[in-house]
């Protein structure tokens, strides 16, 4: 009990701390906090199939790009309001999940993680083609006129918002993690025949685990498409959001609560600080950070508690 | 045998099983009756725990049914067959290396056959299961910190903990000492005693389960070569010569 | 109907290339389980190699290729033995992760060194063609389609009977097995790599030979090599010639009757459909049985 009045009372300070933040910010900084917010719900997305059930979902973008193009039709061809269309949005991309996770879920290992790149790069085909309807490659732009739900959030609004979807999305993956449901993930993701043997509904318990993490990541993108205002299918479905979103999770600790967090926060501040000083060989130091960060902590900052363990995890998995 | 003719609790029937040119199974029909130690010996190859594996739905069978009390489960999901009281330990260990001991027990509780089970509940159910298999001290301890024989009894702990009718037992006495091997032949019985709980245990160690078991029978190449009350089947000319080689069989008949 | 042909034939001489491409992407898929996303980013660096050869001394892209073929291998090895190695038993998440941070480093260094301009190796022979009937064939289309499929194959014959291929097969097949027989694992992966690497390199002067390439291309190889190695069925050299030859000509003919930008769906909605109905790929039986991670 005390232990989560521990974790309630954090967890109010840092919520409290985040909502009077931006008065204290310059509306570039308020920027980058806000993308930082997105980024911890998106990671903490990718943990919930990716980290504690352990299928490596490398398409994860495709519920983002869907849940921001649900918006962006939504409120362009059928005048939703933004508020009707964010909850539609991220059921949509629950559905999506549900439907493409009952054949490619029973694949392990690669073929899942190759599976699903290839249903993000497909979709982002088909969303591309389909341009009476999605813009195509030229993008759709949502109405931000005011009146009926339309109106454009602000900076602060969007900070706002943001800051909810990253509560929602830690909230959501503290009381899995602390489940019965997450043992049965955490069983899957350790021993898949051992979990079933168990007793574990193994195709129902991972179909339940990616149809959450896609609502997140659709969440996430049907606020970003509004943020935005124009969206274009190669954003939208661009696989180096998905990899930042392992990146992060890896970074921090895969299958904990705090390590996407963790992750999330730290990785974004580090590469908007890489974007901004070297604008030209930004993606070039990123891609050095990932192998570094792969070679010195492949169980995340949060598994590694001195220096001992440091150097036995990276030793871990030598050949 | 004239036992009363109840519904057995497990039936096989014509069960075949090929990867790819090998039969691993071919034409196995057996029959458990509630209650009762049925053990299956066979020599390395025989298809031991392939039988396990096709009766629980990790492998599918090429031909044959399976029926839990008299009811055709052929081909179901695991966590069905384990729903329906059927729970099984692996011959390979497979603990759940990232848990510690109890969470692992705690696991079969929580998804086991009994439902709507709590996670404190299911720890209550672990820390007893524990208890009685002396494995309390090592409850907080990661499962891979675990010697072959507390591993083993960490497999049927998981096992037990479903509070299983059918118990699967996939050679939990491989690689035990002799003390072990004596403190699990008096576990499996009590559970028949005890408890009830029915047992198809394949084994490799012959002495230890013929010493247990209600009926014997033998798998070689695949096929049941003959069913039976242990000492019948152990003196049969065909298993001696098959399974347990001429010369064991003549050092055995001197002693 | 000619246009039928026209793009049959295209899809083919097209496809024995990718296939080239493709066959050290899913060797080592195969043997050590691991995917190697820099693949398409060897390729390039193979094709800048060839084409600052040809460049600078007016090298003939076939000995570009061969040259390309050589330096890839070095730094083939040397990744795999550095880095990949150092966590080719981690999570399959994490080799993932390092090889895409790999890409991003070579794609995004080559965009810097060579900038992200196409470019392609001009020779006095290879837009040259004959034809058959109404059937167009450039003799730079096919020379690349001849050295493909000669290396394809010598690939196979090199990994079926000398000594140190068979050693690779095996190391790949049981690798504690292979160790306790006094196989140094550690020298095939980074071998398996370094052949990998090599192939993927002289194919990548084949495509300077035959069109035009830039440092984005890298991710659209990595993808073929997937669709291609799943097609023809996780690490076996062989089904990788046949899938390759496959996807090409489906992919001819798509580009040739499809509308818009569809025929970029097409490998994907293959790969798709390939792993949902036969994850063990369409060539055949499967080569690593054990692999075969579908419950």
């Not at chain 2, 439902?115 to 990661?142: I, P, Y």
């Not at chain 3, 097409?266 to 459909?273: K, W």
Request: charged share 10%; net charge positive; aromatic share 8%.
């Amino acid at each position: 009990m005390s232990r989560w009045a521990a974790a309630a009372l954090a967890g109010a300070v840092v919520v409290v701390g985040m909502i009077v933040l931006p008065s204290q910010l310059y509306t570039g900084q308020v920027r980058v906090v806000t993308a930082v917010l997105m980024f911890v719900a998106l990671a903490q997305a990718w943990n919930i199939i990716g980290g504690l059930t352990g299928y490596a979902c490398f398409g994860q973008v495709v519920f983002f790009g869907l849940g921001g193009y649900a918006t962006a039709v939504l409120m362009e061809h059928a005048n939703w309001s933004f508020w009707a269309a964010l909850p539609v949005s991220a059921l949509g991309g629950a559905a999506f999940a549900a439907l493409i996770g009952m054949p490619l879920l029973r694949l392990r290992g690669h073929y899942f993680a190759i599976a699903t790149l290839g249903v993000a790069e497909g979709m982002r085909e088909v969303v591309t083609n389909l341009g009476w309807l999605t813009g195509g490659g030229a993008g759709i732009t949502v109405p931000t006129v005011a009146g009926r739900g339309t109106e454009w959030l602000g900076n602060d609004g969007f900070y706002v918002l943001f800051l909810a979807l990253a509560g929602l999305a830690v909230a959501v993956a503290a009381l899995i993690a602390h489940s019965r449901f997450g043992y049965g993930l955490r069983a899957i993701n350790q021993d898949e025949d051992a979990a079933a043997a168990a007793g574990v509904n193994t195709t129902r318990a991972k179909v339940v685990a990616l149809a959450i993490s896609a609502a997140i990541t659709g969440l996430a993108g049907s606020a970003y498409a509004f943020q935005q205002v124009t969206i274009y299918p190669q954003r939208l479905f661009d696989v180096d959001i998905t990899v930042i979103m392992i990146v992060m999770v890896v970074i921090g600790g895969a299958g904990t609560v705090l390590g996407p967090l963790v992750g999330a926060v730290g990785l974004q501040f580090v590469s908007e600080y890489l974007r901004q000083h070297y604008p030209q060989e930004h993606i070039l130091v990123l891609g050095a950070v990932i192998i570094l960060v792969v070679l010195l902590f492949p169980s995340g900052l949060v598994g590694v508690r001195s220096r001992s363990g440091l150097l036995d995890t990276i030793r871990a998995y030598r050949l | 045998m004239t036992a009363a003719l109840e519904t057995p609790i497990l039936e096989t029937r014509g069960l075949s099983r090929r990867f790819g040119a090998l039969r691993a199974l071919s034409g196995v029909s057996l029959s458990v009756q509630p209650g009762t130690i049925l053990g299956v010996i066979g020599p390395n190859g025989a298809g031991k725990s392939t039988l396990i594996n096709v009766i629980t739905g990790h492998l599918r069978p090429s031909a044959g049914t399976v029926l839990v009390d008299g009811m055709d489960v052929t081909g179901a999901a695991p966590w069905r067959i384990a729903h329906a009281g059927v729970v099984r330990t692996f011959q390979i260990v497979k603990p759940f290396r990232g848990m510690t001991v109890r969470e692992n027990v705690a696991i079969s509780a929580m998804y086991g056959p009994t439902r709507g089970v709590t996670k404190r509940v299911a720890f209550e159910v672990a820390d007893g299961v524990l208890e009685r298999l002396n494995l309390a001290g090592l409850a907080a301890r990661s499962p891979a910190e675990l010697p072959v024989g507390d591993a083993r009894r960490l497999e049927l702990a998981r096992a037990l903990a479903a509070r299983p009718r059918l118990l699967l037992l996939d050679e939990v006495m491989a690689g035990l000492r002799a003390a072990e091997i004596q403190s699990m032949v008096e576990l499996i019985r009590g559970l028949r005693d005890g408890e009830g709980v029915t047992v198809l245990a394949v084994e490799h160690v012959v002495k230890a389960i013929a010493a247990i078991s209600d009926e014997i029978c033998v798998l070689h190449h695949g096929e049941v070569l003959t069913c039976g009350a242990p000492q019948v089947v152990l003196s049969d000319s065909r298993v001696v010569q098959a399974y347990l080689g001429t010369r064991y069989a003549q050092r055995d008949g001197q002693s | 109907m000619s246009s039928l042909w026209q793009a049959t034939i295209y899809g083919l001489l097209q496809g024995g290339l990718l296939a080239m491409i493709a066959v050290g992407f899913s060797l080592v898929w195969g043997v050590m389980n691991v995917i190697n996303l820099a693949h398409g980013a060897y390729v390039l660096l193979g094709a800048y190699t060839a084409w600052e050869l040809h460049a600078a001394w007016g090298l003939d892209p076939l000995l570009g290729a061969v040259a390309g073929g050589l330096v890839m291998f070095v730094i083939g090895y040397a990744v795999q033995r550095l880095l990949i190695n150092q966590i080719v038993n981690a999570p399959i998440f994490l080799t993932l992760l390092l090889t895409f941070g790999l890409q991003l480093v070579l794609v995004q260094g080559m965009a810097v060194v060579f900038s992200a301009d196409y470019r392609s190796i001009a020779t006095s022979y290879a837009s040259e063609a004959f034809a058959i009937g109404d059937v167009r064939v450039p003799y730079g289309r096919l020379i690349a389609f001849g050295l493909a499929v000669v290396a394809t194959l010598a690939l196979v014959m090199f990994a079926k009977r000398s000594r140190t291929g068979i050693a690779i097969l095996a190391t790949g097949m049981d690798r504690t097995a292979a160790r306790l027989m006094g196989i140094d694992a550690r020298h095939m992966y980074a071998l398996t790599a370094g052949i990998a690497a090599a192939l993927a390199a002289a194919a990548g002067a084949m495509v300077g030979l035959v069109g035009t390439f830039s440092p984005p291309d890298a991710a659209r190889f990595t993808l073929l090599s997937f669709v291609i190695s799943v097609l023809g069925g996780l690490g076996n050299m062989s089904g990788a010639l046949l899938g390759g030859l496959m996807l090409g000509v489906v992919q001819a003919w798509a580009g040739q009757y499809l509308p818009g930008t569809w025929v970029n769906a097409v490998a994907f909605a293959v790969l798709v459909g390939v792993l949902i109905v036969r994850p063990g790929g369409l060539a055949g039986r499967a080569f690593y049985e054990s692999r075969l991670e579908t419950a």
